[in-house]
Nanobody, 122 residues
């Protein structure tokens, strides 16, 4: 079994900052991409940022220059530093990882966390 556990969400005023963390645990052989998605009320889930194991990153246009994704591969953890938050950033943020497990066989899994709520007040 593989699990992703997110933390760091909460309530913040516009212009403030939050840092989200997502740690993967379980029978992990290798992790490729780790990323963050978000879903606001009444909207579809969208990509926020993703980081590939080789170091490349990709951001949604709406968060470029304000959010930074980073990884600690030794800890199987991905972070999302969110600065200059806006009310429109309010959403449930989900972590996703592409994980290679070897039990019972070599298999790539797309694993999602349970989500953490970020609320930005105006």
């Amino acid at each position: 079994q593989v699990h992703l556990v997110e933390s760091g969400g909460g309530l913040v005023e516009a212009g403030g900052s939050l840092r989200l963390s997502c740690a993967a645990s379980g029978s992990i052989f290798k992790i490729n991409a780790m990323g963050w998605y978000r879903q606001a009320p009444g909207k579809e889930r969208e990509l926020v940022a993703t980081a590939i194991s080789g170091g490349s990153t990709r951001y949604a246009d709406s968060v470029k220059g304000r959010f930074t994704i980073s990884r600690d591969n030794a800890k199987n953890t991905v972070y999302l530093q969110m600065n200059s938050l806006k009310p429109e950033d309010t959403a449930v943020y989900y972590c996703k990882a592409d994980i290679l497990v070897i039990t019972p066989s070599y298999t790539w899994l797309e694993v999602w966390g349970q989500g953490t709520l970020v609320t930005v007040s105006s």
